[in-house]
């Protein structure tokens, strides 16, 4: 048998060649519809080693023996239906046991059966009974296929190793046999068999109960956390690319099964003539013993199963792969968030630097099919919270883009203000510019603006000094990160708070792509002083904007020469209002257009000045 190495990056690796146009799935009677189900060949583009399973396509019989040391084996019957999938290159097996454990308990599992580029092989199979993920690697030994348990629980050194043997006796007959190791290969031990028998063409055979859609009243709260998945949703994709980002649709569906107990994806597009269409089959089961998610993701441009998992965390679902890597492999973290009634998103994060900074590889957003989508420009933001690290609840607003991975910018007010009062039209703009926007309410705010700052009215009252809010915007830019949409973070400051996003720079500027300071405080600011921090903030791209007038003043003059010895753009616009009031018409005597262009071109090319006539 081949030597087979198992490598998750080689799954990861077939989102670098998505370009694609949207292809439609069906939901009939509550059950999802795979257009490779109807299959009675593998696909044409499908690896050729494929045909050697394509006669176990069909509905089956099945004879169950589970050995037990010094007792008598467990025996029971069951049926299994076996089909193509992802359009042709793989196969789907659904088995569903009368009763596996002699208690009059039934066991229902689903497997994924594929061939990779390099001719190696794979069973991924989940299951009701311990309702947990396993995936097996190996190749034809002769007639035989024979696997070895690719993720094991316990790591490399794992005590217990597992092999599968699929033996085919004939076109109509064929087993199963699994087989335990607890001395590393030396000896092996059946512990199961199943036998397959083929069954006559029947469309009732296999249990309709197992595809129904219908969650099992009996499952753990936490197996409730991806039901937003549940239904039918067009997606809008990003994905960077050498010659810029890459952006395509696509059609998912998702329902229960396994008799209720786990959620399977299927999702379809196509585009590119030189790859087969793009179909992606997702099993989804909550691990209860262990309190986490197990996921298996199979698609038929690499056909080499991904097993990854992970926890709810606050207000997201945060997965990841299971396999060991060095310390040179990069880290992948994918994020389900801003779960709504009829639309959730989701990002694949990547570090190359062990997880210090991360940066996104893919991005979706899902809207269920035939809801009517928002326009980003004039929906309501969404209130969000977050809480600092003093423990100061920290109120914002959240204007989504509808648009993957689309740039996000935070907006923080001025002294006496709140982000609604000085941010609500500007925020607009910056949706209908296909922005991504945050705006909080910091401590050092007020009614100045005709509005209530919310983190100040839960506090119960202002601080003493500007310097103390800063917590504030640490804890903000973390929520962003969490619920942002994938793309670059740029951070704007007014006035006091034009101060602060600069020691944000200079304290967490991996996280940052650049930052607008307009107006920054040139005095009363404590610690957080502008000359404190801008040797340290200097790495991150910064924008500095005032009005004219705020030049006569000695304190501005002499930071603006701060500025320009540490070769930072200062921008000046005439008749303008002070802070981020510069970009709005109603509040400044001039024209805000110079202002407005300048601010786009730093978010478009934040390295780059205004340069020169």
Known sequence: MKTQTYKWQAAIAFLFYFTSQPVFAEIRDGRMFDQGLQRTAPAETAHEELSRLAPLVGDWDVKLEIYQPELEPLRSTGAARITFMNRGHGLMERTRIADFDGQDHPMATLAFIAVDAQGAWSMSEGNSWNETISVYTGDFEGDHLVLDNAMRPGGAKSLLLIRRTLERDGDDTFSLRTETSSDFGKTWSVSAVRHYSRHAQNDDFFPVRSDTGIANPERPAGASEFDFLLGEFDASHWMPGPQGPRRWTSNATATYVLDGNAILEFDWHDNDPNLPDAATSILRIYNRSMRRWESLFLTNRSNVPLYFGGVREEDRIVLHPFAAQTASSPLFQWIFFDQQADAYRWKGLRSDDRGETWSPHWAIEFHRKGMAVPDPASAPPQEIKTRASDGVTVFGDHYRSGIPASPTVVLFHQAGGDARGEYSAIARRLVGDGFEVFAFDAR??????????????????????????????????????????????????????????????????????????????????????????????????????????????????????????????????????????????ERSKGDTGPTWERLQGFFASPGQGAGTD
Request: proline share 6%.
């Open 444 to 585: 050092g705010g007020g009614d100045r603006f005709g509005s209530t700052n919310r983190t100040v009215q839960a506090l119960g009252g202002d601080v003493d000094g500007y310097c103390e809010a800063y917590p504030d915007l640490e804890a903000a830019l973390e929520k962003v990160f969490q619920l942002g949409s994938g793309g670059p973070i740029f951070a704007v400051g007014s006035s006091y708070s034009a101060a602060l996003v600069i020691r944000l720079a200079a304290e967490h500027g991996k996280l940052l792509a650049g930052v607008a300071a307009f107006s920054p405080a040139p005095g009363l600011m404590g610690d957080c002083a502008v000359e404190n921090w801008l040797e340290a903030a200097k790495s991150t791209p910064l924008l500095v904007l005032r009005p004219q007038k705020e030049m006569e003043d000695e304190r501005v003059a002499a930071q603006a020469t701060l500025f320009e010895d540490q070769g930072i753009e200062l921008f000046v616009a005439p008749d303008a209002a002070h802070g981020a009031s510069m970009l709005n018409p």
